[in-house]
Structures are given as C-alpha cells and as structure tokens.
C-alpha cells in the first residue's frame, strides 16, 4: 500500500561533511541522552556514527528494505536484538570494585557473557594494508526524514505522519500497535521498537528545539563543525549552497528512492603508497565503495571539491571552502521560519 504524503510547506534538512567527522560519538551522547533514557530504548541509536567500510549499526542494515523498481516498499526485515542490535551489555562492575589493590590476580572491567554485536562494534578497523592503501571514514547516520518515507507507507496504522510546516517525519504512539512493519520496510534501519511500551520510535530531528528555531542536539553539540541544518528552499542558507548550488552534498543511498533529506560531502582521499612510500595518485578509498553509498553523482561531487580546494590553495577565494571550514559555528544553521511559526 503507498499513502499519498503531501508536500510540506517548507523542507528543514541536514548536511554532513564526513571530511570533518572525528568519529568522537559527541553526538550520538547528546542524542542519547537527551531522547533515549527509557530502559526500553537502551539498545536504540537515533544518532550513531559507524565506521566504514565496516557491517553499521545494525548489522548489516544497508542489505533490506527501501522500494522496488515500481514504487512499492520492498519486504524488509526486524533487526535480531542479538546478533543485529545487540543487547545492552552487562559489566563486572562489583568484581572490578571488589577486587584487592594487593592481590596478585586483578579484574579487569568486562562484558559479561559473550556478546556477539553492538553499536560501535568494528570501529575504527577499516580495511587495506599499512601503510600502502589503508583506509576507514566515519558515517554519522539519523533519521533521513524522506520525502516519500516507506516507513510511513509501511504502516497500516497510519501512525507515521510528515508535518506540514517542516518535513519532519514522526510517529503518532498513540495509535501505534507495535505492529513493526516500519521497522521492516525502512532500509536506512531508523526506526526502532521500544520493547517496553510496545511502540515504534526513531529521531524526531530534535522537534521541538526546530520551532525555537535551535538547531538539532547531534548538530549543536558536534565539535567537528561538521553539520549544517536548514531548510531546502533558503537560497541564503548552507543547505541550498551545499545541495544545490554546488552540488557536493549528496543522499545516502538513493536507490533506495526515499529522496531522504540528510545529505552527505562525500570524503575525499589522501592516495595509495607504492612499496617505496612514494604517492600513487590514486584514491586509498575505492571509488566503486563510495559509489556504492551515495550512487553516481559521488564522482562529479569530489571533482567539485577538489577544484574549489585546488583554488582555495592558490589563494583564490572558494565560498565552498569557505562555508564547509566553517569559521563560525553559526553560520552552519539557519532556522528560521516565518512560515512554521504561521502554523504553530
């Protein structure tokens, strides 16, 4: 079944630059703790930051759900919440507190049992082989807050509605059934069950903190600088410079056909080493990977980037550059919105 999703009034949206991502999870702590101190979403990340190449959070998520050719929302699946999630962990918390400062034979702080997966699993491993062709980048990931979202299509409910006055997309609980056909068909895996009060949950896009015109925690609290948070239709603002006017801010997976609203500046790499230690010119990051993640328009993406970092060395002046070094923490958000306040 496909619900007809009427066209918001205006569209607030997200661009990430992975070129500036310190993979320090500040923003997946400010999220967390903000939104998800119930015990029934301890396993849930509205925000996480994944280490690529790497299988993501959860499990291997890039490999279900989305559309078909058609437009229909494709069979999707329920994350495992043991192989796939991964259960909150249990620590020897008392043994390593127990333990004698004279004994021969300390405790060392550790999971409890054998846990198979969690978020934050494979980081930092990547993949190649030091030091000629090495190579990971951090992908923070939320909720894409798609234009045509299948997790809304998904639900019988009705219960997964797009507001007017910003786009954002959001989960109505009370009419929720926990039926998690959401959870099944969003391929990006931002829905969550929280297993407590039987309901579906995923990022709000920090709502309320959007109608004082503030941007989202994960954006604010970013020490990177590097998220910028506004709307699509301000040609003034990042947004439209960074998706399109420059076109260097791309989606996620847009074969998907979800036409999502966080974009990604997609990471440009430093080249491949010969045996000698010598520059190769070629990319450490394979292009086909990148392709893979963000699709075609990834190569003319990096082109532009490298042209305007080109100028930018020669002294010439680049608004790009400028705008994605980001001197002021400020000028990364631009939230305000005549026309929500009119609604609200």
């Known amino acids: ?19 500036k991502c310190l993979g320090c999870h ?3 702590v400010a999220c967390k703790k903000l939104w998800n101190t119930d015990s029934g979403t301890d396993y849930t990340y509205w925000n996480n930051v994944e280490t690529h190449p790497g ?3 959860p499990a291997d998520w890039q490999q279900t759900g989305g559309r078909t050719a058609t437009g229909d929302v494709k069979q999707g699946k329920v994350p495992n919440l043991d192989t796939e999630y991964g259960r909150a962990w249990q620590f020897n918390h008392k043994n390593v507190i127990a333990t004698d400062a004279s004994s021969k034979k300390k405790d060392w702080l550790r999971p409890k049992g054998d846990p198979s997966w969690g978020p934050n699993w494979d980081e930092d491993e990547g993949t190649g082989t030091y030091p000629q062709d090495n190579h990971y980048f951090y992908l923070p990931r939320l909720c894409n807050h798609c234009a045509e979202p299948a997790c809304l299509d998904a639900c019988p409910r009705k219960a997964i509605y797009k507001r007017d006055e ?5 989960v109505n609980q009370d009419r929720c059934h926990g039926y998690r056909f959401c959870v099944e068909a969003c391929p990006y895996k931002k829905v969550y069950f929280d297993h407590e009060r039987q309901v579906a949950a995923k990022c709000i896009f920090c709502m309320p903190r959007i109608e004082e015109e503030v941007a989202p925690a994960c954006a604010r609290q970013c020490p990177g600088r590097l998220r910028f948070v506004g709307y699509r239709d301000d040609e003034d603002g990042p947004i439209h410079k960074l998706v399109e006017k420059y076109k260097v801010a791309i989606p996620l997976h847009p074969e998907y056909g979800l036409k999502p609203n966080v974009f990604y500046v997609p990471p440009m790499s430093p080249p491949k080493l010969d045996d000698k230690g010598r520059p190769t010119g070629e990319s ?10 963000f699709g075609k328009e990834v190569h003319r993406s990096l082109e532009i980037l490298h042209a305007e970092r080109a100028k930018k060395k020669q002294g010439q002046s680049s608004e790009l550059m400028d705008l994605l070094i980001a001197y002021d ?8 919105n005549p026309k929500a306040r009119e609604v609200i």
């Open 55 to 57: 299988r993501g959070f």
């Open 284 to 293: 450490r990051i394979p292009m086909s990977y990148l392709e893979g993640l």
């Open 166 to 170: 910003d786009g954002i997309v959001l």
């Open 329 to 336: 923490w400020n000028d990364n958000f631009k939230l305000d």
């Open 26 to 28: 500040t923003c997946s």
């Open 1 to 19: 079944m496909r619900y007809e999703v009427t066209t918001p009034k205006r569209q607030v949206a997200m661009v990430l630059d992975l070129n």
